[in-house]
């Protein structure tokens, strides 16, 4: 928290350790808000989402006719960023070829799009984030090391959830919050005996796995509070 605070004013570039479903995003997303750039656009891509072709055209965009179905040009996400904020999520599976061209982007703030030959200049604020050791990356030659240099000015890790219980109550009553709202129900809180259920488990997804469980007994439970027997059935699951 303190580090999003530090942060979040500055314009270097911030990358964001830590396992998958950890909340990655949602520090991005707080370090934009809190961002001169908050009042623009924050464009997100997940460098695994797509092979590296379409990857390279959807983070760079290209021009009409570049290649088979490209039918009109296409603004990509760094050029929709201008003026604002770019998170890319797991970076570290960018292909060598496209970090090159981000390199460039980076440290000179211009690109070109798939087909183009015009250099585009853009303003974009870069957050990256990865659940691999970068560092191991750049050692087996997977990742460029200038690159990394670049893009790790700031630095913040967000550890697993099995190390923060004591977040476990803000967490579910955030995710309730949110579940209300979608379900247009009222569902109180969880028991304490529910709670201490949630605090003996591992949570080997994090986050993610943590929202998931509790949107599947908020469905199943009619009560306005969750008690520990909602949890019954997803512990002899697991």
């Not at 570290?92 to 982007?105: E, N």
Request: charged residues 35%.
């Amino acid at each position: 928290f303190r580090k999003i605070e530090l942060y979040g004013p500055a314009e270097g570039p911030v990358l964001i350790t830590g396992e998958t479903g950890s909340g990655k995003e949602l520090i991005a997303r707080a370090l934009h808000a809190r961002s001169r750039r908050r009042s623009n656009a924050f464009i997100a891509l997940n460098c695994t989402a797509l092979n590296e072709d379409l990857f390279e055209s959807e983070l760079f965009g290209h021009e009409r006719g570049s290649f088979t179905g490209a039918l009109r040009t296409h603004r990509g996400r760094f050029e929709r960023a201008h003026e604002g904020t770019l998170f890319l999520d797991e970076i570290g599976d960018m292909s060598m070829r496209v970090q090159a061209k981000m390199l460039r982007a980076i440290e000179e703030g211009v690109f070109e799009r798939v087909g183009g030959e015009e250099e585009l200049r853009v303003d974009a604020r870069l957050l990256s984030a990865t659940n691999v050791s970068l560092e191991e990356a750049v050692a087996y030659k997977r990742f460029r090391a200038d690159l990394y240099h670049r893009i790790a000015v700031f630095r913040i890790h967000v550890p697993p959830l099995r190390e923060r219980h004591g977040d476990l109550p803000l967490l579910a009553q955030h995710i309730l919050r949110a579940l209300n709202e979608r379900y247009r129900r009222e569902v109180r809180g969880i028991t304490p005996d529910a709670m201490r259920r949630l605090e003996e488990y591992a949570w080997p997804g994090n986050v993610r796995e943590l929202r998931n469980v509790l949107e599947r007994v908020y469905v199943e439970s009619q009560s306005d509070v969750i008690g520990a027997k909602a949890f019954d059935e997803w512990e002899r699951e697991r």
